[in-house]
Nanobody, 124 residues
Framework: QVQLVESGGGLVQAGGSLRLFCEAS????????MGWFRQAPGKEREFVAG????????YYADSAKGRFIISRGYTKNTMYLQMAKSKPEDTAVYYC?????????????????WGQGTQVTVSS
């Protein structure tokens, strides 16, 4: 069983920064990629950013480009999402996810493991 746990969510003012953290634990596994998704009330879960297992390839949704940075942590089982220039429309529950297979996955059904989510609220 693989568990993904997110942390770092909270309240931030518009224009501010926040850093989210994700750690995978449980049985040894390798994944092709990890990613961040978010889901606002009444909306579908949407892709935010992804990173290859090696950390050498990163990719972003248009809404995140130029503002968010995804990176690997101190081990390949950890990951960060650095959020900057936050906007009220960034308010959502943010989920960490891991995909076992695939190149550059960005769809919900391409990811195999999910965290419980961490709330991010951006006030105007």
């Amino acid at each position: 069983q693989v568990q993904l746990v997110e942390s770092g969510g909270g309240l931030v003012q518009a224009g501010g920064s926040l850093r989210l953290f994700c750690e995978a634990s449980g049985r040894t596994f390798s994944s092709s990629a990890m990613g961040w998704f978010r889901q606002a009330p009444g909306k579908e879960r949407e892709f935010v950013a992804g990173i290859s297992w090696s950390g050498g390839n990163t990719y972003y949704a248009d809404s995140a480009k130029g503002r968010f940075i995804i990176s690997r942590g101190y081990t390949k089982n950890t990951m960060y999402l650095q959020m900057a220039k936050s906007k009220p429309e960034d308010t959502a529950v943010y989920y960490c996810a891991a995909a076992v297979y695939g190149l550059g996955p960005s769809r919900v059904n391409e990811f195999d493991y999910w965290g419980q989510g961490t709330q991010v609220t951006v006030s105007s």
